[in-house]
């Protein structure tokens, strides 16, 4: 493949940046891209948040990870200062890519990413950009937002544009590399239930005595239950006599192995359930339509969406509930969970 601004080697591959500055499950489900561009070029790095780091080191295909927190992006408001701009700038001066990929969702912009590219000499960006990019991009890829595609398909288009495709027999679904560590004498043998009670934003959370309740009712029914999260006095709620607490036990590859070994897996829109799907294992999601289902439910595995989707909050992006009494979710009953967990096993 060769192309404006590639810098060729013997077999005229490039080296190539891709950014998905954001959270874990974000990098996960930018997968699919990635591996299309491994597919196409000689290196590829990935220009990750702290938040989403461990999630790209998992990724196949990825041969490096840079990380730096995107003031426009990052929750915990950083500020964007000229030495903080500095240091991306050097870093991706010294990476040297001929090419970058700026993947973005439909509510964030590339341009200012692309600006600091720009200024580091990347000679050749692409990006989803709905603004006039100016000489910021060199491949402009403009795509209908009123109609929600999934986010891995999204991203996996603009590889495309940008002219990079997915490898014979490559499905196209979530993965990570493999082998996962051994988390057997965390999990015993593979077949338990896995509930992941925790959230990225308090809007997407389901109550823990909800988790609590749904816990109690599949041991009632003969599952073992494992609870994950990082939150360990949550997980330790949540998980009661009944269920093995593994709150903040687990890296996150070893997070992965313990989902790879569960038959299903109750989690929010959150990390996890992403993760969950990217070793195949079927999802009940807990999902707040304060984003759209369509785009970001778990991708490529057998799941069942719960919560309803046209809630007053459906589309508001809030990180806490707009809606008093968080209707969207509180509608969910353990006993709903516990038919979705059997109709998936």
């Not at 964007?80 to 964030?108: K, V, W």
């Not at 060199?138 to 603009?158: C, F, I, K, W, Y």
């Not at 014979?168 to 896995?194: E, I, K, N, Q, S």
Request: charge should be neutral.
């Amino acid at each position: 493949m060769t192309g404006p601004g590639f810098r060729q080697d013997g077999q005229g591959r490039p080296v190539v940046l891709v950014a998905r500055p954001d959270n874990a499950g974000d990098v996960l489900l930018a997968g699919p891209a990635i591996r299309a561009v491994a597919a196409g070029a000689r290196r590829v790095i990935v220009l990750a948040g702290p938040y989403g780091r461990a999630a790209a080191e998992l990724l196949p295909g990825v041969d490096e990870v840079l990380e730096w927190r995107t003031p426009w992006i990052d929750p915990g408001h950083v500020p964007m200062t000229g030495a903080h701009a500095a240091r991306l700038i050097d870093a991706a001066r010294a990476a040297a890519p001929d090419t970058a990929l700026i993947l973005t969702s439909f509510h964030q912009s590339p341009l200012p990413l692309a600006l600091l590219l720009r200024l580091a000499g990347t000679p050749r960006i692409a990006a989803i950009s709905t603004d006039y990019p100016g000489s910021l991009l060199d491949v402009r890829h403009v795509v209908d937002e009123t109609v929600d595609v999934p986010e891995a398909e999204r991203m996996l288009g603009l590889a495309r544009v940008a002219g990079f495709d997915l490898p014979p027999g490559d499905d196209g679904r979530l993965a990570v590399r493999r082998p996962l560590p051994d988390v057997t004498r965390l999990t015993g043998p593979p077949g338990y239930v896995v509930v992941h009670p925790g959230a990225t934003a308090p809007a997407r959370a389901w109550p823990p005595d909800e988790h609590a309740r749904t816990v109690k009712e599949l041991a009632a029914c003969g599952f073992r239950v494992v609870v994950t999260g990082v939150e360990r006095e949550l997980t330790a709620e949540v998980a009661g006599a009944q269920a093995a607490d593994l709150g903040g036990a687990t890296t996150f590859a070893e997070l992965a192995a313990v989902l790879a070994g569960a038959c299903v897996v109750v989690a929010g829109n959150t990390g996890p359930a992403h993760l969950a799907a990217a070793v195949g294992t079927p999802v009940v999601s807990l999902f707040a339509p304060v984003v759209p289902a369509a785009r970001w439910a778990p991708y490529g595995v057998p799941s069942v969406v719960l919560g309803d989707q046209d809630a007053p909050c459906r589309g508001s992006r809030a990180r806490t509930c707009p809606v008093p009494g968080h209707p969207c979710l509180m509608s969910v009953t353990a006993e709903q969970v516990v038919r979705s967990v059997r109709s998936l096993r």
